[in-house]
């Protein structure tokens, strides 16, 4: 055990240091609950898309005019959340498949303006419009919630501090081992 340590002792000396661990978040974004995330956003991108322009229009122009504009304002909101969360999707997948490196990715990131979203109108107004449109709305601020979460993981995972806390923690390790083994 002695030897051991006197091996790691020369190592932290000389400044080698072990590798630094590959952050778990960069396998969860590749991973299959990123592609349950990817299929449950682009889904109901187009369960939105299907409504708006559908069922969603015949909808609101049976609201009163206070909800019909709650109605406007929502939807555009609605759409603007999802096309936000698609595009950051759509831009993981192609890191994911290979298409951009992570690089790439983050250069094209600018692009994508990732922002947390809330309901457009006050609660009792909420309350008055169409069923299936309170239910995108909600569901698509889950999804929005989630890739929010793991692009910031994303972040924190490439920025230096990692590595640094990783020395440090090292560092510390090696000053107890050598308390210890005296």
Known sequence: MGRQFDGSTRQLAAGLFP??????????????????????GMALVEEAAA??????????????????????TESMR??????QVASWLLLQRAVN?????RTQALAERHRVKLSRQDLGCPPEVYEELPATLRDLSRRSLR???????????????????????????????ERLRAAFST
């Open 97 to 101: 498949e290979g298409e951009l490196t």
């Open 51 to 72: 409504y708006l322009d559908g069922p969603g229009r015949t909808e609101s122009r049976a609201l009163p005019r206070p909800a019909a504009l709650a109605y406007a």
């Open 143 to 173: 999804v929005q919630e989630r890739v929010i979460h793991l692009d910031r993981s994303l972040a924190i995972a490439r920025s230096p501090e990692p590595t640094e806390r990783h020395r440090e923690i090292a560092l510390q390790h």
């Open 19 to 40: 590798p630094p661990a590959v952050p778990f978040v960069y396998r969860h974004a590749a991973s299959p609950a990123f592609k349950d995330l990817f299929r449950e």
């Open 78 to 83: 609605l759409t603007t959340r999802l096309m």
